[in-house]
């Protein structure tokens, strides 16, 4: 069956600080696909990566990096030297490929960065 | 800029009044979304479009329906809201390819008094 867990509910850091936001998968599939969303209080979804299942390299984009491990069934997400501005819930989803386009989305970390 | 736009941002209407949520899209997607997230909880799909073809989760209520007139275009129609359908509602397109970014508009968060 597949499913994603979040296990974090909730992360508070001191600005500055580096964090990661943990995110394992289940999937029967060889091809599926892992993503991140960022969602502040104004409760938009923003887009921050995809990933396929096929490319295993780590990708960095300013401060923030992932760490997709096939091995472990994870795609770790780290903010390195937190911002107030990061704080935020953070969901991570998989898609299969199975035609349908849906995702199965992961309960959420609700990060907190104080300042 | 391409995007996708919802009104209203907040709605508020009377138990059991019917409401129409909207959602526009200038990504020119073949596939939008509908979806519910409640306080503290991922956000749920409801339904989605296929260009015309409507797909209908298993689990969503017969409460809730949808129209899409055109590729720019969908509706969320809430016949008869009860409490339990104050929450935000998101509307997201993508494109119709496997394994797609979904990319979701700012959400209208409906009261229901």
């Known amino acids: 069956a597949q499913k994603v867990t979040q296990a974090q509910t909730e992360i508070s850091v001191v600005e500055k600080e580096d964090v990661t936001l943990d995110c394992v998968y289940e999937?029967?599939?060889?091809?599926?696909?892992l993503f991140w969303y960022k969602q502040p209080p104004s409760g938009e979804l923003v887009f921050l990566i995809r990933r396929n299942s096929f490319d295993e390299q780590n990708e960095i984009s300013g401060r923030y990096s992932w760490n997709f491990q096939k091995s472990t069934s994870s795609f770790n997400f780290t903010i390195t030297a937190s911002q107030v501005v990061d704080s935020a819930v953070y969901f991570c989803?998989?898609?299969?490929?199975?035609?349908?386009?849906?995702?199965?989305f992961g309960t959420g970390t609700r990060l907190k960065v104080l300042a | 800029d391409a995007m996708v736009i919802q009104n209203p941002r907040y709605q508020v209407t009377q138990f059991g009044k019917p409401v129409t949520l909207s959602c526009s899209q200038t990504l020119n997607h073949n596939v939008m979304y509908w979806y519910q997230q409640k306080s503290s909880q991922a956000p749920k799909l409801l339904f989605h479009y296929y260009d015309k073809d409507f797909n209908n989760e298993a689990d969503t209520p017969d409460n809730f329906q949808s129209r899409r007139p055109n590729t720019s275009f969908c509706f969320l129609d809430i016949r008869s809201p009860g409490l339990g359908d104050a929450a935000m509602y998101l509307c997201?397109?993508?494109?119709?390819?496997?394994?797609?970014?979904?990319?979701f508009g700012p959400g209208t968060r409906l009261l229901v008094l």
């Open positions: 989803a998989l898609s299969e490929a199975t035609g349908t386009y849906k995702y199965i």
């Open positions: 997201a397109t993508s494109r119709a390819e496997e394994g797609e970014t979904q990319y």
């Open positions: 999937t029967r599939d060889t091809t599926y696909y």
